[in-house]
Nanobody, 127 residues
Framework: VQLQASGGGLVQTGGSLRLSCVASGRTFSRDALGWFRQTPGEAREFVAGIAWNGNAYYQDSVKGRFTISRDNAKNTVYLEMNDLKREDTAVYYC??????????????????????WGQGTLVTVSS
């Protein structure tokens, strides 16, 4: 299983970015997908998740600004990030796991059990 994340970069406060993550090696349409982020010295944070049926879940800190979506035909999950803030600066990782119907619980957990991970893409928000 491979996940390839892309789309990170440098953006000013209030700007937008769209991250993409292409997956291969599994039945993508049956899996839950997630975006996480991490800054140096901090714990990894579960930012957003999307279930096999399209139901999406978000951390409170990004609700209304970030949108997760998936294209099963392209085996791709996206994270549309708008109104970016300096505190959104982090390395963003995509992840995949078989959907057990638990995303609504996992979004509140510090380390949900996703099985497969991408390599990370850096998002830097400057003022």
């Amino acid at each position: 299983v491979q996940l390839q994340a892309s789309g990170g970069g440098l953006v000013q406060t209030g700007g937008s970015l769209r991250l993409s993550c292409v997956a291969s090696g599994r039945t993508f349409s049956r899996d839950a997908l997630g975006w996480f982020r991490q800054t140096p010295g901090e714990a990894r944070e579960f930012v957003a998740g999307i279930a096999w049926n399209g139901n999406a879940y978000y951390q409170d800190s990004v609700k209304g600004r970030f949108t997760i979506s998936r294209d099963n035909a392209k085996n791709t999950v996206y994270l549309e990030m708008n109104d970016l803030k300096r505190e959104d600066t982090a390395v963003y990782y995509c992840a995949e796991t078989y959907d057990k119907g638990l995303l609504r619980l996992w979004i509140r957990q510090p380390n949900p059990p996703f099985d497969y991970w991408g390599q990370g893409t850096l998002v830097t928000v400057s003022s």
